[in-house]
Nanobody, 115 residues
Framework: QVQLVESGGGLVQPGGSLRLSCAASGFTFSVYTLSWYRQAPGKQRELVASINRDSSTDYDDSVKGRFTISRDNAKNTVLLEMNSLKPEDTAVYYC?????????WGQGTQVTVSS
């Protein structure tokens, strides 16, 4: 029943912005850490940002100052605001949570940064 559904990806020029959304269902959203990961072709999937139940956050150094993760527990939604986008941000972005030692992933949304 656990579902994570990402949306908001697309094509954007360098320096542009996008907002990604993750709609969650099937679990008690407010008590779990939610994360955004990304995976570029030929590369390992990497952690981008996480937000905990107390709304504390962690970011990869590559996105600090440019991306902002937030959560709306009333809407069971996690957002990733992406600003000052660079070509190296191009990847499939995934929403993730871990419940009782099991990892759950969304289907991913493509972000392409290109001129």
């Amino acid at each position: 029943q656990v579902q994570l559904v990402e949306s908001g990806g697309g094509l954007v020029q360098p320096g542009g912005s996008l907002r990604l959304s993750c709609a969650a269902s099937g679990f008690t959203f407010s008590v779990y850490t939610l994360s955004w990961y990304r995976q570029a072709p030929g590369k390992q999937r990497e952690l981008v940002a996480s937000i905990n139940r107390d709304s504390s956050t962690d970011y990869d150094d590559s996105v600090k100052g440019r991306f902002t993760i937030s959560r709306d527990n009333a809407k069971n939604t996690v957002l990733l605001e992406m600003n000052s986008l660079k070509p190296e941000d191009t990847a499939v972005y995934y929403c993730r949570t871990k419940i009782s030692w099991r990892v759950y992933w969304g289907q991913g949304t493509q972000v392409t940064v290109s001129s």
